[in-house]
Nanobody, 124 residues
Framework: QVQLVESGGGLVQAGGSLRLSCAAS????????MGWFRQAPGKEREFVTA????????LYADSVKGRFTISRDNAQNTVYLQMNSLKPEDTAVYYC?????????????????WGQGTQVTVSS
């Protein structure tokens, strides 16, 4: 079993920045791939970014490329999402997720554990 706790969400003006954190516990974090997803009201959950177990492979949705950066600290069992140049359309609940096989993938159903989410609101 893996527990994930997201933090760092909040309200920010367009053009601003936020850094989300996701702390994992319960199993060997360094073997996992980690992903961030988001879900806006009335929309399906969508892929944002993912990082492989070794941090050697990262993936980004086109909508966030060049603005968001995923990173991980295996010693702290934590994955981060640095979000810059935020836009109102980035408003959503952001979730982190674990792929226990270490595979960074944009496919939602391939993630085994999910956090409860943290709200990000970007005002115009």
């Amino acid at each position: 079993q893996v527990q994930l706790v997201e933090s760092g969400g909040g309200l920010v003006q367009a053009g601003g920045s936020l850094r989300l954190s996701c702390a994992a516990s319960g199993r060997t974090f360094r073997n996992f791939a980690m992903g961030w997803f988001r879900q806006a009201p009335g929309k399906e959950r969508e892929f944002v970014t993912a990082i492989s177990w070794s941090a050697g492979n990262t993936l980004y949705a086109d909508s966030v490329k060049g603005r968001f950066t995923i990173s991980r600290d295996n010693a702290q069992n934590t994955v981060y999402l640095q979000m810059n140049s935020l836009k109102p359309e980035d408003t959503a609940v952001y979730y982190c997720a674990v792929n226990v096989l270490g595979l960074a993938t944009p496919t939602t159903r391939l993630y085994d554990y999910w956090g409860q989410g943290t709200q990000v609101t970007v005002s115009s």
